[in-house]
């Protein structure tokens, strides 16, 4: 039922999160437009990215870094948050609760409305349970960046046992072939 509510779109809304929060693994971070310049490629919602607003981003930045590639495979809860306002309108929107590898709850001071700031507190998320069976193939046959599939691969590593002869192949496979796509195309004539 939940399913036949949602909204038609590239990117999770606050509408989206209505039901409850969700926790989501960051799959690749890509360019977005000027007004979202991040898309947050989610495992869990192929095909729609969450973009976070600037607030949030800023939350982001203090918990991980500056650095997009160092987001790969990390973990974050979102929920929707009914207070938010754009422009005199309460419309909700999208706001972090938890984080994966913060060593511990932080509390920073965010923009609330002009000249007021709220503090805002992010806690950290828990680790996964190990027994969750992830389609690993799927995910190594989805990047679309080297840094992505280097990401995954970290994650892969880490767990004991999952790295067999069939993920070596695959991410092999898959390396070469983004190789290929990055590499310029040779024109006639061009003895390079």
Not at 10 to 15: M, V
Not at 167 to 174: E, M, Q, V
Request: aromatic share 8%.
């Amino acid at each position: 039922m939940t399913a036949s509510i949602a909204p038609r779109s590239d990117q999770i809304n606050a509408d989206d999160l209505l039901t409850g929060p969700v926790t989501v693994t960051i799959r690749e971070v890509t360019e977005g437009v000027a007004e979202q310049p991040f898309d947050f490629h989610l495992i869990e919602y192929p095909g729609r990215a969450y973009r976070p607003s600037k607030s949030m981003r800023r939350v982001i930045i203090k918990a991980w870094g500056g650095k997009t590639e160092a987001y790969h495979g990390k973990r974050l809860t979102i929920f929707c948050n009914p207070e938010i306002m754009f422009g005199r309108d309460k419309t909700g929107g999208i706001e972090i609760s938890h984080l994966s590898d913060i060593p511990k709850a932080f509390t920073m001071p965010l923009t609330k409305t002009r000249g007021r700031k709220n503090n805002f507190t992010v806690k950290p998320l828990a680790a996964p349970v190990q027994d969750v069976v992830r389609d690993w193939p799927s995910e190594i046959d989805a990047t679309t960046t080297t840094a992505a599939l280097t990401a995954l691969y970290q994650q892969i590593r880490q767990i004991p046992g999952a790295y067999t002869d069939e993920l070596k192949t695959a991410f092999t496979d898959r390396g070469a072939a983004l190789k290929v796509t990055a590499a310029p195309e040779q024109t006639e004539g061009d003895e390079s």
